[in-house]
């Protein structure tokens, strides 16, 4: 309808424009109509600019309203016309879409920016031309620095720091001692070249080592930065590839297409690629909510525990777990008692997290799962063992890595934030197993 008001518009003025034309042709002809001559000359010419004026007004408001998608100036986009109601529908659903785009790239950045200050390793990424684009809070602490913009800034914490780094290779390690006001630090230092957008970006990555540290640990952030990178690369890459794709439906050769250019199946690819981006959404931030569970393990409210009635209060739901599954649970209790200084409900949680990974190792008819409590040189020893499979020598080393599992629907953090609430007791998790043979998970407490 608005686009047949349009024509008529038209048709209208260049009817007008005819008339006023034949008109103008009659009264040049005669040499006595010399105001009419004037008279008609200017009403032709004023005509003729309301007919360009007609038709430019609407690319005008287009061309605004793609400049301010390509600046990303929203709030001032505005391309309300009446006279073209089905095209300003569509061109305002582009322009929700390409919102929802930058909302998701943003909210990616923040994921990657929170993820970032979580990690105990500094991290700082730079140009090609020394600019430095992201330095995370542990960076900013280990170097005792609020803000780092070029990488030359560098030799203000040490003479000469910004040339050492632009010449280390990557692969390799350099240790930095520094001087700063909290004493002197040895900075282990590691580069990462990457290409990005085709910009070559330095990733510097740092920690000191001067403090306790200990060298599986290392390794183990090691591999969860780069499970994390491929975790979020998987994501960002298909969002963007399907957010492109779905653009493309709405644009040919750089130009909006009208309503009446989109087919049935363009319209249900641009839902389904909408869908698809949702889901991957919905993937990455439940990646990130299980990389914060193991990043934000709150410190233990302790309290003093007689641990045969801890594990009495506990058995019921240990059993009930097992009961479900046809597996035999059984516990040996201390002939005396024992006091130990626990976060009841955290200890809880490993022992949960402990049985159910036995339970899913078991995969014989008489399942069994033995509980068992001792002491030994002021310690306190909770084992579980299991008749399960046991657990292949290869994965030993890296049970437990955060996010490493070989269950098809684990999320490979049960075991990490396991080792760390025990940990945070000033205790230990170990485990001892065997193919086929089973599975020996020991806790080990400090006894009061």
């Given at each position: 309808?608005?686009?047949?008001?349009?024509?008529?518009?038209?048709?209208?003025?260049?009817?007008?424009?005819?008339?006023?034309?034949?008109?103008?042709?009659?009264?040049?002809?005669?040499?006595?109509?010399?105001?009419?001559?004037?008279?008609?000359?200017?009403?032709?010419?004023?005509?003729?600019?309301?007919?360009?004026?007609?038709?430019?007004?609407?690319?005008?408001?287009?061309?605004?309203?793609?400049?301010?998608?390509?600046?990303?100036?929203?709030?001032?986009?505005?391309?309300?016309?009446?006279?073209?109601?089905?095209?300003?529908?569509?061109?305002?659903?582009?322009?929700?879409?390409?919102?929802?785009?930058?909302?998701?790239?943003?909210?990616?950045?923040?994921?990657?920016?929170?993820?970032?200050?979580?990690?105990?390793?500094?991290?700082?990424?730079?140009?090609?031309?020394?600019?430095?684009?992201?330095?995370?809070?542990?960076?900013?602490?280990?170097?005792?620095?609020?803000?780092?913009?070029?990488?030359?800034?560098?030799?203000?914490?040490?003479?000469?720091?910004?040339?050492?780094?632009?010449?280390?290779?990557?692969?390799?390690?350099?240790?930095?001692?520094?001087?700063?006001?909290?004493?002197?630090?040895?900075?282990?230092?590691?580069?990462?070249?990457?290409?990005?957008?085709?910009?070559?970006?330095?990733?510097?990555?740092?920690?000191?080592?001067?403090?306790?540290?200990?060298?599986?640990?290392?390794?183990?952030?090691?591999?969860?930065?780069?499970?994390?990178?491929?975790?979020?690369?998987?994501?960002?890459?298909?969002?963007?590839?399907?957010?492109?794709?779905?653009?493309?439906?709405?644009?040919?050769?750089?130009?909006?297409?009208?309503?009446?250019?989109?087919?049935?199946?363009?319209?249900?690819?641009?839902?389904?690629?909408?869908?698809s981006i949702d889901n991957r959404n919905q993937g990455l931030s439940s990646f990130v909510a299980d990389f914060k569970k193991v990043m934000r393990i709150p410190e233990p409210n302790v309290e003093k525990a007689n641990i045969n009635?801890?594990?009495?209060?506990?058995?019921?739901?240990?059993?009930?777990?097992?009961?479900?599954?046809?597996?035999?649970?059984?516990?040996?209790?201390?002939?005396?008692?024992?006091?130990?200084?626990?976060?009841?409900?955290?200890?809880?949680?490993?022992?949960?997290?402990?049985?159910?990974?036995?339970?899913?190792?078991?995969?014989?008819?008489?399942?069994?799962?033995?509980?068992?409590?001792?002491?030994?040189?002021?310690?306190?020893?909770?084992?579980?063992?299991?008749?399960?499979?046991?657990?292949?020598?290869?994965?030993?080393?890296?049970?437990?890595?955060?996010?490493?599992?070989?269950?098809?629907?684990?999320?490979?953090?049960?075991?990490?934030?396991?080792?760390?609430?025990?940990?945070?007791?000033?205790?230990?998790?170990?485990?001892?197993?065997?193919?086929?043979?089973?599975?020996?998970?020991?806790?080990?407490?400090?006894?009061?």
């Amino acid at each position: 309808m608005g686009f047949n008001r349009f024509n008529i518009g038209i048709v209208i003025l260049c009817m007008l424009i005819a008339i006023i034309g034949i008109a103008l042709v009659e009264v040049w002809s005669n040499v006595d109509y010399k105001v009419a001559k004037i008279t008609v000359s200017l009403v032709w010419v004023i005509l003729i600019i309301v007919l360009i004026k007609y038709v430019n007004r609407t690319n005008r408001r287009l061309k605004q309203f793609l400049e301010n998608i390509k600046y990303s100036d929203y709030l001032n986009t505005d391309i309300s016309n009446s006279s073209f109601k089905e095209l300003n529908f569509s061109l305002n659903e582009i322009l929700r879409y390409v919102r929802l785009a930058d909302l998701e790239k943003e909210s990616t950045h923040q994921y990657l920016r929170q993820i970032l200050d979580q990690m105990p390793t500094g991290i700082i990424t730079t140009t090609e031309s020394g600019k430095v684009e992201i330095i995370n809070r542990a960076g900013q602490d280990i170097l005792e620095t609020n803000s780092l913009e070029l990488l030359s800034q560098l030799n203000k914490v040490k003479e000469g720091l910004e040339y050492k780094l632009l010449n280390l290779k990557e692969g390799t390690k350099e240790v930095i001692s520094i001087n700063t006001s909290k004493g002197i630090k040895s900075l282990l230092f590691q580069i990462k070249n990457v290409k990005i957008n085709q910009r070559n970006i330095k990733i510097i990555s740092f920690e000191n080592i001067r403090t306790e540290l200990d060298i599986e640990e290392e390794k183990a952030w090691r591999k969860i930065f780069r499970v994390l990178t491929h975790e979020i690369m998987n994501s960002i890459g298909p969002i963007r590839s399907l957010t492109s794709s779905v653009l493309k439906i709405f644009a040919l050769d750089d130009r909006i297409k009208k309503v009446s250019q989109l087919k049935e199946e363009d319209i249900e690819f641009a839902v389904t690629g909408l869908k698809s981006i949702d889901n991957r959404n919905q993937g990455l931030s439940s990646f990130v909510a299980d990389f914060k569970k193991v990043m934000r393990i709150p410190e233990p409210n302790v309290e003093k525990a007689n641990i045969n009635e801890f594990i009495d209060e506990t058995l019921p739901i240990l059993k009930e777990y097992c009961t479900s599954k046809n597996i035999r649970l059984e516990y040996k209790r201390l002939t005396k008692s024992e006091f130990i200084l626990i976060d009841k409900e955290q200890i809880t949680q490993v022992l949960i997290n402990l049985v159910k990974n036995s339970s899913e190792a078991i995969n014989t008819e008489k399942g069994e799962i033995k509980l068992k409590a001792e002491t030994q040189n002021n310690s306190l020893n909770l084992s579980i063992t299991d008749n399960g499979q046991g657990i292949s020598l290869d994965h030993q080393s890296e049970i437990f890595i955060p996010f490493f599992t070989t269950k098809k629907e684990g999320s490979g953090i049960g075991l990490s934030v396991s080792r760390q609430i025990i940990r945070n007791h000033h205790g230990e998790l170990n485990i001892s197993s065997q193919e086929n043979k089973g599975t020996t998970c020991k806790i080990t407490f400090p006894v009061i």
